[in-house]
């Protein structure tokens, strides 16, 4: 008897990540992260406690979509 393959559900865009799981998806460092967060520059996020923050994977995918350019100027034409 074969088993069937397995497969992932897909995530919904309010599945939380941890920042180390955030920063390797924006190939940045967790500290980079950090500091995005202080200075308001990086995706939104969910704080969950005092030393507990949290991304939405559809937030990620918004802070990506938003540097999408199409040419070096940085501004699409």
Do not use: K, Q
């Not at 950090?34 to 937030?59: K, T």
């Amino acid at each position: 008897m074969t088993e069937a393959p397995a497969t992932l559900s897909p995530l919904g865009e309010d599945t939380l990540f941890a920042p180390d799981t955030v920063a390797e998806m924006l190939c940045c460092s967790p500290r980079t992260l950090a500091e995005w967060r202080l200075s308001g520059r990086g995706p939104r996020f969910v704080r969950l406690g005092r030393n507990v923050v949290r991304y939405r994977l559809g937030d990620v995918r918004s802070f990506v979509a938003a540097g999408i350019v199409t040419n070096t100027g940085g501004h699409d034409a």
